[in-house]
Nanobody, 114 residues
């Protein structure tokens, strides 16, 4: 499975960005998709997930500000990020899992400036 994430950039506090992650696999629709992030000097952390059926979950730190969604026709998962804060600055990775194997995109950098 190949994942390609894009959409990051520099944004001011309170701004918004939409990240996208395109998957190479035709079975995309049958698997959950995840977004993680890694801030400088910190461990990678889970941000949001969307199941094959469209159920979503969010980390408390982004709940109410971020929205994860998927378009199975395009094999793409999105992360709409609103009301961005400096602490959202990180490299964002999309992820999917097959049994015990994790597949990661290359990451897209988000910088929120004050």
């Amino acid at each position: 499975v190949q994942l390609q994430a894009f959409g990051g950039g520099l944004v001011q506090v309170g701004g918004y960005l939409r990240l996208s992650c395109a998957a190479s696999e035709s079975a995309f629709s049958t698997y959950s998709m995840y977004w993680y992030r890694q801030a400088p000097g910190k461990q990678r952390e889970w941000v949001a997930s969307v199941s094959s059926g469209g159920s979503t979950n969010y980390a408390d730190s982004v709940k109410g500000r971020f929205t994860i969604s998927r378009d199975n026709a395009k094999n793409t998962v999105y992360l709409q990020m609103n009301s961005l804060k400096p602490e959202d600055t990180a490299v964002y990775y999309c992820n999917t899992k097959r049994s015990t194997i994790n597949y990661w995109g290359q990451g897209t950098e988000v910088t929120v400036s004050s």
